[in-house]
Structures are given as structure tokens and as C-alpha cells.
């Protein structure tokens, strides 16, 4: 069997959830990169933890896009046999480790979002999902409890902390606005109580960010020019580079079981 | 850290190291008593402990790097989960023994100052590479269960907290190997190519596995002291056979060829490996195995670049401390 990429019938549903896993996959992926070279063990363990955690609704997730699909596509096939242009996942969670300063960075903006996401989806009418959130919106909670911790230690700590936690906030803040975006499949899905308007949550989520930011002494850019594209599998340089890296055995050694 | 709670001062002073204190110290011992941390015990049973609870700590951070190598490239997601949910267990071992070797007075930095100085060693496995997928399965299976053996008798080992580490520790390294060695298994009964990649890890690290139990108990330094003080129960070449013996068969059940055609089965049913060359293992622990300067390297580097981090939380939480105490004093 060649290694060649899978084709996915994205229906509205199957594309939803792919969206979810892929933000979930390459995000417990950047995680886990960290593991055995974090600034101190107990970050070790609690990155790595957290990248269990996304791996795991990762999982959930293509499982159920699968599923939705009908066809003979599973969690691994997702993960493993779509190209670049095939991942669905935010910008934002795709961008490097960075500075310690970076990673945590970019998790607060995800976990402020993911926490509120996964709560308003506990109420969706397909009961696969809302079992997922309820599950990812418990890890979700202590995912931001975590970096909104380490915002505030960086942010008011050294002059270097602060000064590098800055630059973070600054750099990754323009991939935050795809998460409240839309397209009509998806408005489809939430006229039918299927999944949520995520527009709705753009409100709290910039209280929880600015409470945070607040403490922690940084300031939340004034700017809202936004970068998109990630949804519709238009993604940054960087992303090719980490699938090329997970992907490797599978492309290398095509249909054998692991 | 927390050290400052122990009764160490009492221990330094050596004049208090008197043979009355000596004796009842090694009664206690041999009636199968457990050392803790705030009783008397001679200064050399503390250093020994002390170096061989770091290096075991050190050994499970370093560790962490071979097998973390491959966590971006597991080859499912289900192997990824769990190989990255290994090497963490891995870390929590660490800290874990840190946190026992800090009971007899030693703090974790000064431990971690020392191994990255290069003065303190860690095991020596781990300074072969990770090449192939199938070294994820090896290392579960063999560098695991090596450690098993090694480790089994330690959770009787005269001083409480390294044994009630170990407890936890092993049961953890047990599931590894079973895990490891279920890795092996699904090559096993993959495709050749799958298979292949199975023996040649098996050939590579084999070897530097059966070195894992240290030097022949002919040459060996620390077993006296260690044995009379109940540290070390078996010796090292007691438990490189009790691990050959256990590992031939498995490897016979996965259809593998252990890399040593001299090895045969004597009339009492052990496995009789051959010689070992201990040149290459005195190599490596001199520094001149294939990764151990990229090992100390890689942590080195992120305990540097990690400086900033630990700067910046210790300078916070002195800052909310004074805060709290100013709010306290309004």
C-alpha cells in the first residue's frame, strides 16, 4: 500500500471535528516537544501531561470524524496520511515552541479559548461531542489554570520575563482571531445545535485575557489585523516541517501495523 | 529545599560517629529495621546512599532523552500517547528520587550541579542512540527489565525512603516492560521489514544491556559495604544471570536471536552468556560512548536556557510573598 495521502469527504460534521482534532494533535504534538528539555522537571511533567491530554481529544475526535465519514479512514490514517494542505488546524497552535515564554503564550490564548469552547459544546444536541467536551472542557480548565499561572509569574517576575512574555503576547496575537471565525458549514451545524457560535465567546474570552494580562503587568496589543487561513489548509512554513517529522514512519513504511 | 528540617548537622559531626552508635546502627539493620532520615546513621552509609539514589535520580532525567527522541515520531497515536506518558513517568521517577536523596541533606540543585559538571555519573545506557523504532521496544523491554532486576531488591533496601521509592518505581518499570516488550511483539509479527528492524535493535543493544549490572563481581567496589548495610542484596553478576535467564526465552517466544553464538544452557537450565567486553563499557563510562557528550549537552542546554524561567518564578514568589506580608501588616 503506498503512502499516499488519504482522501477525506469533509461533510460539514466530519470537517468540524477534523478541525478540533488537528488543533488538538498539533498542539499536544508542539507540547511534547518539549519533553526532557523544559526549564525544570516539574514543567516536564506538566507539558507533557497537557500534551497527553490534546492527544487524547485528538484521538476522540478523528475518531468520530471517521465515523462521521463512513468510510474506512481511522485515527491514524487522519493523523498520519493528509498533507499540509489537508489539516484544518489553527495557525496558532502550529507556531514553534519559541522561548519557554512562547509556548506558554500560545497555551493561555488556546486554553482561554478551548475552556469556554468546550464548556457552551457540553450543550450540543449530538451527544458524541458533548461527551467530548465535557471530558476536554475539565482538562481544558486546568490547561488554563496552568499558563494563566505562568503569564503572570513571567510577565511579573525579571525584566527578561517580562520583556520575552511581552514579545509572545505581541507575536502570537494575530493568530487569535481565527478561533472565533466561521464558515457556512459550520453556521449550518450551529443553526441544527450541533456545535456552537464561537463568535459568541470572543467577549469572556478577552476578559479572562485581560484579567490575566492585567496581573501579570503585559499589555494585549492594540492591533486587530488577524491572520486566517489555517480552517481552509492554508498554513504558515511551519506546519509542513512537523507533519514531515510525525509522519515520518508511516510515509516510510506504508500499511504495516505499529 | 527542604533539608534544613533534617537532623544532618547531628551526622556531620563526625565524634559522635562512635562504635557504640556504629553497632547498634548495623543491629538495626540486621534485624531488617528501616533506616529514616532523622536517625543516626555513619557518615559513609549516608555519602553511599546519597551517590547512589542521585545517580539513580540522574540516570531516569537522562533517560528521558533516547526514548523522548522518538515521541515526535511515534508511529500511532496511540504508541505516541504512550511512549510520552512513559518518559514522563520516567521524570516523575526522577523527582521522585531526587526528592529521596534529598532526606539525607543534599539539596536537588547541588545533585543536578553535580551531574551536569560531569562529576556525577548516571547509567551508561543511555548514552547509545535511539536509531530505530524498534530501540523504543528494546529499551522497554530490556533496559527496563534490566532495571527491574536491579531495582526489585532495592525496595527492601535498608534506608525507608529510597525503598518506598522503589515500590512505586518498579511497579511503574514493570508495566514499561510489558509495554516495551509488546512493541516487540507487533514487529515480530509484522513484515520482514518490520522484523528485521527488531533483531538489529536486539544486536545493538544486548550488549551494553547486560553491562547495565556493573562490572563483574570480581572487580566490583562498593558491594561490601553495601551488601552489610542491606543496600545491595545480590550481587552484579547474580543478577545479570537471573536477567539472562529470564530475557532467552522471551526472545526465543519472539522468534529473535540473542547476538551471542557462544551462549548455552547448562545442566541446571541457566543461560551461560560470553565473555563481556568490558573495554567498551569502561569507554563509555570514561565519556567516549556514542552520545554521552550530546546527553550532557542536551541537558545542559535546557538547564541554561531554562535560567530565565526559574529566575523569573523565584523572583515572583518573593515578590507575592512581600506583598501578602504587607497586606498582613496593614
Redesign the interface.
Known amino acids: 500500500m503506498p503512502a499516499a495521502n488519504i482522501e477525506v469527504s469533509e461533510t460539514p460534521l466530519v470537517l468540524y471535528a477534523l478541525r478540533r482534532a488537528d488543533d488538538a494533535?498539533i498542539l499536544g504534538?508542539r507540547l511534547?516537544?518539549w519533553?526532557?528539555?523544559?526549564?525544570?522537571?516539574?514543567?516536564?511533567?506538566a507539558l507533557?501531561?497537557i500534551?497527553?491530554d490534546l492527544?487524547?481529544q485528538?484521538?476522540e475526535l478523528?475518531t468520530y470524524a471517521a465515523k462521521a465519514e463512513g468510510k474506512d479512514n481511522d485515527?491514524?490514517k487522519l493523523?498520519?496520511l493528509r498533507d499540509v494542505r489537508q489539516y484544518r488546524n489553527l495557525l496558532l497552535v502550529e507556531q514553534p515552541n519559541g522561548?519557554?515564554a512562547q509556548t506558554l503564550v500560545r497555551q493561555f490564548f488556546y486554553s482561554a479559548f478551548a475552556d469556554l469552547y468546550w464548556r457552551a459544546m457540553m450543550t450540543s444536541r449530538d451527544a458524541t461531542l458533548a461527551a467530548i467536551a465535557a471530558k476536554s472542557e475539565k482538562e481544558s480548565a486546568y490547561h488554563l489554570r496552568h499558563a494563566s499561572e505562568w503569564i503572570?509569574?513571567?510577565g511579573?517576575?525579571?525584566d527578561?520575563?517580562h520583556r520575552?512574555a511581552q514579545a509572545a503576547v505581541d507575536h502570537l496575537w494575530a493568530f487569535t482571531g481565527e478561533m472565533f471565525a466561521v464558515d457556512d458549514g459550520e453556521r449550518a451545524l450551529i443553526h441544527a445545535g450541533i456545535a456552537i457560535d464561537p463568535g459568541t465567546l470572543r467577549g469572556r474570552w478577552l476578559t479572562t485575557l485581560s484579567d490575566v494580562v492585567g496581573e501579570a503587568t503585559l499589555t494585549l496589543p492594540q492591533n486587530d489585523w488577524m491572520q486566517q487561513g489555517g480552517r481552509a489548509g492554508r498554513h504558515s512554513e511551519h506546519l509542513g516541517h512537523l507533519l514531515s517529522?510525525?509522519q515520518?514512519?508511516?510515509r516510510t513504511?506504508p500499511g504495516?501495523?505499529? | 529545599m527542604y533539608t534544613q528540617a533534617l537532623n544532618t548537622a547531628e551526622a556531620d559531626d563526625r565524634s559522635l560517629e562512635d562504635a557504640g552508635r556504629a553497632a547498634q546502627f548495623q543491629a538495626r539493620i540486621d534485624a531488617e529495621e528501616r533506616i529514616e532520615p532523622n536517625d543516626w546513621m555513619p557518615a559513609a552509609y549516608r555519602k553511599t546512599l546519597t551517590r547512589q539514589i542521585s545517580q539513580h535520580a540522574h540516570s531516569e532525567i537522562v533517560g528521558m532523552l533516547p526514548e523522548g527522541n522518538w515521541i515526535t515520531r511515534a508511529p500511532s497515536l496511540r504508541r505516541k500517547a504512550a511512549l510520552l506518558a512513559k518518559v514522563q513517568d520516567e521524570c516523575g521517577h526522577g523527582l521522585y528520587l531526587y526528592a529521596a536523596a534529598e532526606t539525607l541533606g543534599t539539596s536537588r540543585e547541588e545533585l543536578v550541579d553535580a551531574m551536569l559538571a560531569g562529576k556525577a555519573k548516571y547509567s551508561s545506557i543511555f548514552n547509545y542512540p535511539t536509531l530505530t523504532w524498534a530501540d523504543i521496544g528494546t529499551i522497554g523491554w530490556l533496559v527496563d527489565g534490566a532495571a527491574i532486576m536491579n531495582q526489585i531488591p532495592l525496595c527492601r533496601c535498608s534506608y525507608g525512603p529510597y525503598a518506598r521509592a522503589m515500590i512505586r518505581v518498579c511497579k511503574e518499570e514493570s508495566f514499561h516492560q510489558r509495554q516495551g516488550y509488546e512493541i516487540m511483539l507487533t514487529l515480530c509479527r509484522g513484515s520482514d521489514e518490520q522484523k528485521a528492524m527488531a533483531q538489529d535493535a536486539l544486536d545493538r543493544w544486548w550488549w551494553p544491556v547486560l553491562m547495565m549490572f556493573g562490572p563483574p563481581d570480581a572487580t566490583s567496589q562498593h558491594s561490601d559495604t553495601s551488601t552489610k548495610w542491606k543496600i545491595k542484596r545480590f550481587s552484579n553478576d547474580e543478577l545479570r544471570q537471573k536477567f539472562v535467564d529470564a530475557t532467552v526465552p522471551q526472545a526465543q517466544y519472539l522468534g529473535l536471536t540473542i547476538p551471542d553464538p557462544g551462549m548455552i544452557q547448562d545442566a541446571e537450565g541457566h543461560w551461560r552468556y560470553s565473555e563481556i567486553d568490558w573495554t567498551e563499557f569502561k569507554q563509555v563510562l570514561a565519556g567516549n560512548g556514542p552520545c554521552n557528550r550530546d546527553r550532557m549537552a542536551a541537558r545542559r542546554k535546557s538547564h541554561d536556557e531554562g535560567a530565565w524561567v526559574r529566575e523569573a518564578a523565584a523572583v515572583y514568589a518573593a515578590k507575592r510573598q512581600a506583598r501578602q506580608t504587607a497586606q498582613a501588616a496593614e
Open positions: 494533535l504534538h511534547s516537544e519533553c526532557g528539555h523544559a526549564p525544570m522537571m516539574e514543567e516536564d511533567m507533557s501531561n500534551a497527553l492527544i487524547g485528538a484521538r478523528y485515527e491514524d493523523a498520519y522561548d519557554f503572570i509569574r513571567l511579573d517576575g525579571t527578561e520575563s520575552r517529522e510525525l515520518s514512519m508511516q513504511f504495516q501495523t505499529w
